[in-house]
C-alpha cells in the first residue's frame, strides 16, 4: 500500500462546478498536511495547509480527518484557471528527527469551458 | 527576493557521463530538498540537507547518486554515469527551518534527458 494515495483522476468538469478530492495516509504518525498544485510541466507551489479543525481560502476548502487517516480538498465555482494536478503531501517526522516529506502522485484537474 | 533557482533548467547527457544539478535556496532558507520526478509520475523525495550536513538521504540510490550543501555556494546534486532511467525533472526546494509545519518552496527543476 502507497503511503499516500489519490484520487486517480483525471477529473473533467464545467466551468462553475464544485470539484472534491481525496488523499488518504496511512502513518498515524504523520504530522503535516498540504495540497500544491502543479502546473503542467511546472514545479509544485503551495495551494494551502491543512489543519484539524478544518481551514478554507476564497473557493477552496481542506479538511483533515486523523481517525480515518484522509485529507480532502474541495474547489467550489471552478475556473478555468484551476486547471493543474493537485498533489497531497503528507509530512511526517522521520529518522534523526529530519522531515520525511511524501507526496501523492497527483489528482489531475481539467476544467471545460 | 529571488525565488528558489536551479540550473541548468534543462540538461542532456549520454549515457555514462556526469551530471550536476544546481540549486540556489531563497535568501535566509539554509534548509534545501530535492526531489525526482519520472513522466506522470509523483514528486519522490531524494535528499534533505542543511548547511555542510546531510541530515536525511533515505530517499537517495545507494550508487551513483550524492549531494552536498557547502557552507558557500549553491547546493549540488551529482549523478555519475548517468543511465537512460535517470531521465527525468530533479526539483529542488527550500525553507527557512526544518520542522514538519514548513513550507516548501520550489524551484523550477532541471531535466534530465540521458540518450
Known amino acids: 500500500r502507497k503511503e499516500v494515495e489519490q484520487d486517480p483522476g483525471p477529473f473533467n468538469v464545467p466551468e462553475g462546478a464544485t470539484v472534491a478530492f481525496n488523499c488518504t495516509y496511512s502513518?498515524?504518525?504523520?504530522?503535516?498536511f498540504f495540497w500544491y498544485r502543479q502546473d503542467c510541466r511546472k514545479e509544485p507551489k503551495l495551494l494551502m495547509s491543512?489543519?484539524?479543525s478544518g481551514n478554507e481560502d476564497g473557493r477552496f476548502t481542506a479538511q483533515l480527518n486523523r481517525a480515518s487517516q484522509y485529507i480532502s480538498l474541495l474547489i467550489r465555482d471552478s475556473k478555468l484557471s484551476d486547471s493543474a494536478t493537485y498533489l497531497c503531501?503528507?509530512?511526517?517526522?522521520?529518522?534523526?528527527?529530519?522531515?520525511?516529506?511524501?507526496f501523492g502522485s497527483g489528482t489531475r484537474l481539467s476544467i471545460r469551458p | 527576493n529571488a525565488g528558489v533557482m536551479q540550473n541548468p533548467r534543462h540538461l542532456v547527457r549520454r549515457r555514462g557521463q556526469e551530471a550536476r544539478l544546481r540549486c540556489s535556496p531563497m535568501?535566509?532558507?539554509?534548509?534545501v530538498y530535492w526531489y525526482r520526478q519520472l513522466p506522470e509520475e509523483g514528486l519522490k523525495f531524494m535528499v534533505y540537507?542543511?548547511?555542510?550536513?546531510?541530515?536525511?538521504e533515505s530517499g537517495m540510490p545507494k550508487e551513483r547518486f550524492s549531494a552536498e550543501f557547502p557552507k558557500e555556494g549553491p547546493s549540488i546534486l551529482r549523478i555519475q554515469q548517468v543511465v537512460r532511467g535517470d531521465s527525468a525533472a530533479y526539483f529542488c526546494?527550500?525553507?527557512?527551518?526544518?520542522?514538519?509545519?514548513?513550507?516548501?518552496?520550489f524551484g523550477p527543476g532541471t531535466r534530465l534527458l540521458v540518450l
Open positions: 526546494a527550500s525553507s527557512p527551518r526544518g520542522g514538519t509545519q514548513e513550507t516548501q518552496y
Open positions: 540537507l542543511q548547511k555542510e550536513n546531510i541530515i536525511d
Open positions: 503531501v503528507v509530512n511526517m517526522r522521520g529518522y534523526s528527527s529530519a522531515s520525511k516529506i511524501i
Open positions: 491543512v489543519y484539524s
Open positions: 535568501k535566509g532558507h539554509s534548509h
Open positions: 502513518n498515524s504518525a504523520s504530522q503535516s
